[in-house]
């Protein structure tokens, strides 16, 4: 705890790097969850593309297999009806048209469409063929590339998050300070190194907002009452 006070009094800095650990922290659950997830869908994939593969490309259009049409269920998560989506290779028309259904996968003779909601995306096909290896090494490095992706993503999120909220806390905690009279032992450097701190464990374990938010000000101007900083 001594270490903890000296730190907080006569450190460098504003502590954010303790608001970094918590994010990583934060994040790794996370990834731990999605890495279960792609272990338990893999599979399916694969045996989807079993069923598909090997497709050839010539033009811009799918001449292998020609005249087909195929309708696989994806199952994403449980067992719920919800969590199915559609997957269809349909090579019996020249060219193609943007699909009526509300969801799914669809492999079309010239374009793939990928439907969700109101939302639809076309991706145009590439020259070649693509086999169950190509598509299980594309599969793999995909998913390596969205989890690095993921990764950053969540880690700068809980940072930007942690940062306003020792922002917001240290203001909170500096006009709680006025207010009692007690601002002639305020050291602004100070104060943020102890709302990082706190920000952070708040990050791992007291996750509601507001109630951090309150609480954190609170244990400060204890801290500060306790603890002359300007010392």
């Known amino acids: 705890m001594d270490k903890i006070v000296n730190y907080i009094k006569r450190g460098r800095g504003f502590g954010f790097i303790f608001l970094l650990a918590a994010a990583v922290l934060k994040t790794i659950p996370i990834m731990m969850d999605l890495k279960v997830a792609y272990t338990d869908l893999q599979p399916k994939m694969m045996l989807i593309a079993n069923d598909f593969l090997p497709i050839k490309v010539e033009n811009g259009k799918i001449v292998e297999p020609s005249n087909t049409y195929k309708n696989v269920k994806l199952q994403l998560g449980s067992n719920d009806k919800s969590d199915v989506l559609p997957v269809v290779l349909d090579t019996r028309e020249e060219t193609s048209v943007v699909p009526n259904e509300k969801e799914g996968l669809f492999i079309m003779t010239d374009m793939i469409y990928f439907v969700m909601g109101n939302r639809i995306q076309k991706y145009k096909l590439k020259d070649g063929v693509v086999d169950n290896?190509?598509?299980?090494?594309?599969?793999?490095?995909?998913s390596g590339l969205v989890s690095l992706f993921t990764v950053i993503f969540l880690v700068t999120i809980f940072s930007v998050n942690g940062i306003i909220k020792v922002l917001l806390a240290s203001l909170i905690g500096v006009f709680a300070l006025r207010?009692?009279?007690?601002?002639n032992?305020?050291?602004y450097r100070a104060?943020?190194?102890?709302?990082?701190i706190?920000?952070?464990?708040?990050?791992?374990?007291?996750?509601?907002y507001i109630v951090s938010l309150f609480l954190i000000p609170?244990?400060?101007?204890?801290?500060?009452?306790?603890?002359?900083l300007s010392k």
């Open 133 to 142: 290896n190509k598509f299980e090494k594309a599969l793999e490095t995909t």
């Open 179 to 183: 207010v009692m009279k007690k601002d």
């Open 185 to 187: 032992i305020f050291g």
């Open 198 to 208: 706190l920000v952070a464990l708040s990050m791992l374990g007291l996750d509601h």
């Open 218 to 228: 609170i244990i400060i101007v204890w801290f500060l009452y306790k603890e002359d």
């Open 191 to 196: 104060l943020t190194r102890l709302s990082s």
